[in-house]
């Protein structure tokens, strides 16, 4: 585990008007961001000390919000809580219109490349193209840097360019960071080409990339040019997230929350009336949550406008967005095995098999046992038929004698199918139909967590 910076805590007392349960629900999804995702109930009361009833009462409302997943004695952060973070990226204006050139520079240097943003005296990174598998570390969109230690860093502290990091972060981690600037000159973002020492020195790096990057550069600064010319503030459609949350057990942490969601790139930057009403809050309430962002780092006042900052990326991403599909799936998968009793699973094509890359079986004594790895011909499973992408719904005998299947789709962003899932079980158990719908209604539920994951992320299929 590295350690990384955390954001400076403010010293002074938060204001009067701050609101206390927003406070304490952000303190925990802080630190279980910091803690990689997961943290046992008590550990949270220790860290934030709060009573026990306290943490519990904030974790249900998460829980509620579908921001946490509680497991016995553990909370864990739960992919629906990326919508906070593509909030965030959305109304960053940065990782979508820039993410693309950046992956065009990472397949031209066939090296990684990131595009980072300041965070206060740190730097968060909010692209990132790996390319050399062998590098020992990389970080993740939402990850904070030292800003002297890293090659952005100095980008942003010192204006330096190109800037350059001689293992400063990691030894054999060499990088080469330069600026990206707005319309009016000021800088956006830096872009890193991060390479080993095993294929190039600090010293030559720079030299290696610099045609491809400037001209990265270059086009990156003319997306930002036309970017500009249509920012402006579009009244959007009224959210819905209001409605869910009048159920929930502490009310003003979740309205609080829903101000965040309600930044995006076609609204980065809102007046107090605009924030209220885009939440379904009253200006009062709104009024109170962006005191309490604003004091906490998460929100900047700019004249009469409100902006998101990229501490917002502290609130989850990182865990969440290094991910997979698997991942994503394995509490759905135990969910689904638990109601129909039998195993469930997950398979991607794999040349002329299927290769299976998550399994829950039920705990009985006679039970389907197709661990994580297996192969299958494809021709002779459910599962086959259905990655070959002609059928929405298979059923078919095997993989060995006295089994069947029945197998569904699951798709990605773009729709393009990205595993299938399946139930599989001794003949004579189940009811197609039945298991259909069941399978049916698990891929929407997986497929909804990978939409909201992979908005601003690539998520393996495995
Ligand atoms: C990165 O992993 O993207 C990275 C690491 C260190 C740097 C710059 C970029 O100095």
Redesign the pocket.
Known sequence: MLDLPSPSVKDAPPPAEAVAPLMRGLDVLRRLTDADGTLALAELARGTGLARSTVDRICATLAHLGYLRLDGRDASLAPPLMAVANACLDALRVPGPLGPLADRLADELDE???I?VPDGDD?R?VH?VLRRRA?S???RVG?L?PGE??????VFRRGASP???DQ???PG?????VPVRGPGGDVVC?V???SHTSRHSARGLPGVVRGALEACVRDMEGVLRDDAEVTGLRPGPRSSNAGGAESAPVQALARGLSVLTVFSGERPAMTLSQVAEAAGLSRASARRALITYEYLGYVRQDGRVHRLTPRVLGLGCAPLSRTTVPRIAGPHLAALSDTLGESVGLSVADGEWVRCTARVAPRRVMSVDIGVGTRLPAGATAAGEVLAGKVGEAVADGPEDGLWSVAVPLRGRDGSVVSALDVTAHRGRGERTAWAEALRATAAGIEADLRVTSRFVTVPRH
Do not use: K, N, R, Y
């Open positions: 990684s490349v990131s980072a730097i990174f990132q590098l570390i990389s970080f990850d840097l230690g890293s090659a952005p860093g100095i800037s350059v990091d400063l972060v990691e981690l060499v990088a080469v960071a830096a890193s080409v991060v």
